[in-house]
């Protein structure tokens, strides 16, 4: 299935996430890491403080895993709704804001 999520971030917590998403830790993650690091690339900030993007994942409870290993450190108010395929979403890029953050 693929998902749209929307969720609040964390502010104090990005440079951690993005020093996770850049130094293979959650890319090695088995079964979903290279999943999780291509759906933080299409994030998007869609509104102050809020990120939306779209992602698969065949858990049940839709993204259970993802959750329990990476989002739920980094992002609260998960709004998780299936849909046909992936989405885009205007806004600006969540992870060129990442990159900006840690440089």
């Known amino acids: 299935m693929i998902y749209s999520i ?4 964390n502010s104090e917590k990005l ?30 900030i869609t509104e102050p403080g809020i990120v939306q993007w779209s992602e698969m994942c065949f858990c049940s409870p839709p993204l259970g ?5 990476v989002y739920d450190k980094y992002f609260t108010e998960m709004k998780i ?8 979403f205007e806004g600006e890029s969540f992870f060129d804001y990442l990159k900006r953050l840690n440089h």
Do not use: C, W
């Open 81 to 88: 709704n299936p849909i046909a395929d992936y989405m885009e």
């Open 15 to 44: 440079k951690e996430l993005f020093q996770k998403l850049t130094d293979g830790t959650i890319e090695n993650q088995k079964p979903d890491g290279l999943e999780i690091i291509n759906s933080m690339k299409r994030a998007k």
């Open 65 to 69: 895993h993802e959750r329990q290993t």
């Open 6 to 9: 929307k969720a609040k971030f």
